[in-house]
């Protein structure tokens, strides 16, 4: 009924019938399928927001998705949930699921998804940090993106259904790596 970018984690609708996959597209194009992420992105946000910017194939690299004038509209929301020294760890809820959107959303707000391969730029690791800390940072390969949860309304029996995946382990060290880091500078600051 729609896809997850490769290398991103979490919940997908799949129909088991074509009558339900109609009625799923349907209520995807009607923006009734509340379908939510988590994201570290690089950057300290001091707050959440709506990105409204329309997305298409980039001009030179067919390969990669842009913001441009005349692409499809596309409509991100965000909302911090917790910030630490150079990053932040995002709740996302896509209102239209265009390729790669929250990827190129992010990226064009200056703050892309730590990890992405395509639109993360170089990574930029805060002065300071220990061993673990870097190798966790620059070890992590792919864009920390996760479905968290998904919710709709069947496409049968009218019931409204939700499903939750929790993050997977390898995003679960990241942002606890993250949050020990932050703690230790905490009370770095705190002493001096």
């Not at 194009?29 to 509340?34: E, P, T």
Request: aromatic share 4%; proline share 4%.
């Amino acid at each position: 009924v729609h896809r997850l970018d490769k290398n991103t984690t979490g919940l997908m609708v799949v129909a088991r019938n074509l009558t339900a996959h109609k009625r799923l597209v349907e209520a995807l194009q009607a923006r009734s399928v509340k379908r939510e992420y988590l994201t570290v992105v690089h950057g300290v946000l001091t707050a959440g927001g709506r990105i409204e910017a329309p997305l298409g194939r980039h001009p030179v690299d067919r390969k990669r998705m842009a913001v441009v004038a005349n692409g499809k509209e596309a409509v991100t929301h965000y909302w911090v949930v917790e910030r630490f020294r150079a990053h932040t760890l995002v709740r996302v809820q896509l209102e239209t699921g265009r390729t790669h959107q929250i990827r190129v959303h992010m990226a064009h707000q200056h703050m892309p998804v730590l990890g992405d391969p395509v639109y993360g730029g170089r990574l930029r690791l805060p002065k300071g940090g220990d061993d673990t800390f870097r190798d966790v940072l620059s070890g992590f390969r792919r864009q920390a993106l996760h479905a968290t949860q998904l919710g709709l309304v069947h496409p049968v029996s009218g019931e409204l259904m939700s499903w939750h995946a929790a993050v997977p382990d390898d995003m679960g060290r990241l942002i606890a790596v993250l949050q020990q880091d932050a703690r230790e500078h905490a009370r770095h600051h705190a002493s001096d």
